[in-house]
């Protein structure tokens, strides 16, 4: 971020109109700052590499090659900057590959403008989000995921080795809690809450806060 605090962000888009378009509404908000556009992945990565956003919002149809393909170049170049899929495509697999992938977030191109904004500054928080639309089909594609092949043992409980206070913290993530959210609930700091985060990740081998709010769905919530 910037001295000021503003989220800098990369803009990823192959049409003209609608990247430009999109430039237009986030300048409107002294909170955020665009620093650079690109139309294709070979741009994306250039700009990337020479500006150091915060945030990269990615189109995954883009000439010749697909957001998700770019989007380990795209951390590498700017290994702090973190990626935000902002697409019309509604496919599971791609969204489920993107997430895995390391993007921070999905997002639909039909989002409204304040939905948006919200989302761009969860993400340069370090959270992750994912279009309400998109939630159903990330529960099934994780679940798929984790199918049990017939006949087979039932798999241990993953969530076994958090401790209660952090399935305390892993159900506010999943009703869609922020950090400081979160910390006000159960009355500890904000820092505090962060530091469990990192551990709730770490324990569970999970990327992202929507996977492991994902894995709670799909599990059931402890008692």
Request: net charge negative; proline share 5%; aromatic share 2%.
């Amino acid at each position: 971020m910037t001295q000021t605090g503003r989220v800098r962000l990369l803009v990823v888009d192959d049409h003209t109109l609608f990247r430009r378009g999109i430039m237009a509404l986030l300048a409107t908000c002294p909170q955020l700052e665009v620093v650079g556009e690109a139309a294709d992945g070979g741009e994306a990565l250039r700009r990337a590499a020479a500006l150091q956003p915060d945030v990269i919002l990615l189109d995954h149809h883009l000439p010749g090659v697909t957001g998700v393909d770019v989007l380990q170049g795209l951390k590498q170049a700017a290994p702090a900057a973190r990626v935000l899929m902002l697409t019309v495509s509604e496919d599971a697999d791609t969204m489920t590959a993107a997430l895995q992938g390391g993007a921070s977030g999905y997002l639909l191109k039909t989002v409204d403008s304040d939905v948006l904004v919200g989302a761009i500054e969860r993400v340069a928080r370090g959270q992750s989000t994912v279009s309400p639309e998109m939630t159903d089909k990330l529960v099934s594609a994780f679940q798929s995921l984790h199918a049990q092949a017939p006949g087979a043992p039932p798999p241990a409980d993953p969530l076994a080795v958090l401790s209660s206070r952090e399935l305390d913290i892993l159900r506010e993530i999943a009703a869609g809690a922020s950090n400081k959210e979160i910390a006000r609930t159960l009355s500890i700091a904000e820092a505090t809450v962060k530091i469990h985060v990192q551990h709730i990740l770490r324990k569970l081998g999970l990327n992202s806060r929507v996977q492991a709010a994902v894995l709670l769905v799909e599990r059931g919530t402890p008692q």
